[in-house]
């Protein structure tokens, strides 16, 4: 079965910053992965997703994330993060049929100092 | 563009009390999910429809009820609601339900069961 793993629940930043927020998935070939973010009292918005091939994909304000088969990882990054970054942020892995079923890892609360 | 508009945003019952979130799309998609958020956990799947009259099971089915009537709308039932249950329900809509889809969420139903 599927799954993903935030290592991190928390994470705090200073402004200006870099950021990595790290997700580990468990799936058998090659999945369709995805970042969404959360602010507060919002659904769920969509940052970047991941198809098979370039295995950086950029996605919006700035933020990117890579694949790797060989580490079964697809952490998120930007290079400098701005207060109203501050929210919560979801991994999630789904198969390739046609479901469009995703499973989400628990989560990590992104913190902004000033 | 298009909005998912889910109603009650704040929903407050009683011990055993059978109680509806319903949730309306104007994307024109064929797939809707409803899925529970726990404080701290990521997102479980309790029902999909892949099109209207349609239902499938998700992950966390047991003690709900979905249904949905026409394309654009799509209800689910707590059944009995648990005692000091407190949970968001994100509603979303994606456009055929295939894997690499991205999802559309609305901003939530807080349920808290007294």
């Known amino acids: 079965a599927q799954s993903v793993t935030q290592p991190d629940a928390r994470v705090t930043v200073s402004e200006g910053a870099s950021l990595q927020l790290r997700c580990k998935y468990s799936?058998?070939?090659?999945?369709?992965l995805f970042w969404y973010v959360q602010y507060p009292r919002q659904g769920l918005q969509l940052l970047l997703k991941?198809?098979?091939?370039?295995?950086v994909v950029q996605g919006v304000n700035g933020f990117e994330a890579e694949f790797s088969k060989s580490n079964s990882s697809f952490h998120l990054r930007k290079a400098s993060v701005h207060w109203s970054d501050w929210a919560v942020y979801f991994c999630a892995v789904s198969m390739k049929t046609n479901t469009g079923k995703l499973t989400f890892g628990d989560g990590t609360v992104l913190t902004v100092k000033p | 563009g298009g909005i998912i508009t889910q109603t009650p945003k704040f929903l407050i019952g009683q011990e055993g009390q059978k109680l509806t979130l319903k949730c309306q799309q104007n994307?024109?998609?064929?797939?809707m999910y409803w899925y529970r958020q726990d404080s701290g956990k990521g997102l479980r799947l309790i029902y999909y429809s892949i099109t209207e009259n349609d239902l499938q099971k998700g992950d966390l089915s047991e003690g709900y009820d979905a249904s949905r009537e026409k394309k654009s709308s799509f209800s689910l039932t707590v059944t009995s609601a648990q005692k000091n249950e407190m949970a968001v329900f994100l509603c979303?809509?994606?456009?055929?339900?295939?894997?690499?889809?991205?999802?559309?969420f609305g901003s939530g139903t807080r349920l808290t069961v007294l």
């Open positions: 799936y058998f070939g090659t999945p369709y």
């Open positions: 979303a809509s994606s456009r055929q339900g295939w894997g690499a889809e991205t999802l559309y």
């Open positions: 994307f024109n998609h064929d797939t």
């Open positions: 991941y198809y098979p091939g370039d295995p």
